[in-house]
């Protein structure tokens, strides 16, 4: 199994949307940064666990546990010229982008603030804290995630 931390704006798709989506799956469309479709594309599996993380909010912070129920396909989005997602390099026999699937499992309560992160000595290499990583699909170590988990057990 594979951990990881995937970030939304909960002003576009929220915790609280994904435990009110339809048996609280989503697919998990938009992504269009190469190194973070590349992730999903190799490395993340069925059943793999997701922090999921409000950004672009204060405070920044991870609201519920997810995991995968889809592995990697096409996203649809893409391929949509309506869709703010859609591009016109990507085409239906060689799609450009992917998506997964992802299902709650479990709210953090409460939620656990970027800051109270940041004061954890054992999560200094977490890619969450580095600076400049703006990444919305990025790996976490077992280490880092039993660390977070440790803070609401």
């Known amino acids: 199994m594979q951990y990881w931390l ?19 799956t989503t697919g998990w469309e938009g992504v269009r940064n190469y190194q973070a479709r590349n ?5 993340m599996k069925l059943g793999d666990l997701v922090f999921f993380y409000h950004s672009v909010v204060k405070p920044q912070a ?3 546990i997810a995991k995968v129920v889809r592995p ?3 996203d649809p989005f893409a391929l949509d010229p309506a869709s703010p997602y859609f591009d016109p390099k990507s ?3 060689n799609p ?5 699937d992802i299902q ?3 709210d953090l309560t409460p939620q656990i603030a970027l800051n109270e992160l940041k004061k954890i000595p054992e999560l200094a290499s977490m ?12 790996p976490v170590t077992p280490q880092e995630w039993q660390q977070v988990i440790s803070l609401r057990a």
């Not at 609280?16 to 989506?21: E, P, T």
């Not at 992730?39 to 490395?43: N, S």
């Not at 890619?127 to 990025?138: A, D």
Request: charge should be positive; aromatic fraction near 10%.
């Open 39 to 43: 992730f999903i594309r190799d490395k």
């Open 62 to 64: 991870i609201a519920g």
């Open 96 to 100: 450009t982008w992917l998506m997964v």
């Open 127 to 138: 890619m969450l804290l580095q600076k400049g990583c703006r990444l919305s699909v990025q």
């Open 91 to 93: 085409s239906a026999e």
């Open 104 to 106: 709650a499992v479990q």
């Open 72 to 74: 990697a396909y096409p």
């Open 6 to 24: 995937m970030k939304t704006e909960p002003a576009v798709f929220s915790w609280n949307d994904l435990k009110a989506a339809p048996e609280q």
